[in-house]
């Protein structure tokens, strides 16, 4: 046989060879193919494993997926920075996205949000918060599933108000007499402190003082926010700081974390802040380790208790190239074992309702009991997709109405132009 044809066959079973490796290694490939998502969301506070050891449940029981873990600054204003620039630039280099509450109408309205309505049927929403809910809704259409849940509660020295024969306060009136009581018979100890800074804070603040009053910013689409119950009440803030002497000058330049270290040190009596202080408080060396309460926020006389909603929703890119793996994905992370896990190791409440009667939550976080009503009546900020812009215009009118630099009702006045000329022009 000449070298040629033994050439050719050689060549030819080479090829042979090559084909069939070819075919086993695509066949390998098809079976083994994992489909990667992006997850971006805020820098968790305390110990990220927990939400890492999560996804990696994930992931064994959908061995199909794989999710890469991109957190994003704690910041939320820089989160929402780079949402918009991203979002705005179409990228599909992340899949899902954790949105604050007050994101959802505007990224939705754009048009950078999947509509997840099929992933929560209508007979399933009611499981969940009604605050929430509403700032996932958008024309009613559902864009995001609610992960966890943050409002307003009031924190109080409950040794301090056992000694001199007071309950926590259902009014602003009693808070204010409560307060000017014993600060008058204890030494170095503040009435009332909140977070009165220019910024998002003080929104969220502001605004439980115009519910509790029977106020509101907008309504049916119209804006109403210089309203007389408004103005009562943004007036009462005032006069906390400048005539009843029971909230010191430094709420002015106070957010949270400045307001509960001086609770924290035994230096208040009252605070307004968000449950995520209750675990810091009770830690071992805590000056005031088992001497708190929480309670609902105050209300004026006739009217009802309301805190601001807070919290992180779940959202899917809606040029995401892998929608299905995102959603299976969202809706494991908010599924009711898993938002049970989060409430025990990282302290975020859950947003379905049934887990506050959850044997082993309420025996790792008995005070969790108390914060269902909170929940339950919490309210969104005004729900809008030019809320981004609302804010700035109000943050700055609210900060010089408290300080004293404005009249209450020129400030609203200000505030209500603002708003209608940002309903004009950018809802022509």
């Known amino acids: 046989m000449s070298m040629s044809i033994l050439s050719k066959i050689f060549l030819g079973f080479l090829s042979l060879v090559f084909i069939i490796s070819g075919c086993k290694d695509g066949v390998s490939e098809k079976k083994d193919e994992v489909t990667t998502i992006v997850f971006k969301h805020g820098k968790i506070a305390g110990e990220p494993r927990a939400l890492l050891d999560i996804i990696a449940e994930f992931e064994q029981q959908n061995p199909d997926i794989k999710v890469k873990d991109e957190p994003l600054p704690a910041s939320t204003d820089e989160q929402h920075q780079f949402y918009v620039i991203n979002l705005a630039g179409k990228t599909t280099d992340f899949d899902v996205l954790s949105m604050d509450v007050i994101w959802v109408p505007e990224f939705a309205r754009a048009g950078w949000l999947k509509d997840v309505s099929s992933a929560l049927p209508e007979e399933q929403r009611i499981e969940f918060f009604k605050g929430p809910m509403d700032a996932v809704t958008y024309n009613e259409k559902v864009y995001a599933i609610p992960w966890y849940i943050d409002a307003g509660v009031l924190y109080y020295r409950k040794d301090l108000l056992n000694k001199y024969g007071f309950y926590p306060p259902e009014t602003w009136d009693e808070l204010v007499t409560i307060s000017r009581t014993i600060t008058l018979k204890e030494k170095d100890l503040y009435g009332f402190i909140w977070q009165g800074k220019q910024y998002e804070g ?84 805590s000056p005031v380790r088992g001497k708190v309460g929480v309670s609902v926020l105050p209300f004026f006389k006739g009217h009802k208790a309301a805190s601001t909603l807070g919290g992180w929703q779940l959202g899917i890119n809606k040029i995401s190239k892998h929608p299905e793996a995102a959603e299976k994905f969202i809706t494991y992370l908010t599924s009711p074992p898993v938002q049970k896990k989060l ?76 708003f209608e000329k940002i309903l004009k022009d950018l809802n022509p």
């Open 202 to 285: 003080l929104v969220c603040n502001v605004l439980e003082y115009f519910w509790s009053n029977g106020g509101d910013v907008l309504k049916n689409g119209n804006v109403i926010i210089e309203s007389p119950e408004n103005i009562e009440a943004l007036t009462f803030m005032k006069n906390l700081i400048t005539a009843y002497n029971v909230t010191p000058e430094l709420v002015l330049t106070s957010i949270e974390e400045s307001t509960r270290h001086i609770f924290g040190n035994g230096k208040a009596l009252f605070m307004r802040n968000w449950p995520y202080a209750w675990n810091v408080f009770n830690k071992e060396g």
């Open 343 to 418: 409430a025990i190791t990282i302290g975020y409440k859950p947003t379905r309702k049934s887990l506050y009667k959850d044997e082993d939550l309420l025996r790792e976080q008995p005070f969790i009991v108390g914060l269902y009503n909170v929940f339950l009546h919490a309210k969104p900020r005004p729900v809008s997709p030019y809320y981004m812009a609302m804010t700035q215009v109000m943050q700055p009118e609210f900060s010089a109405a408290i300080s004293g630099k404005k009249a209450p009702e020129q400030a609203l006045r200000t505030i209500q132009r603002g």
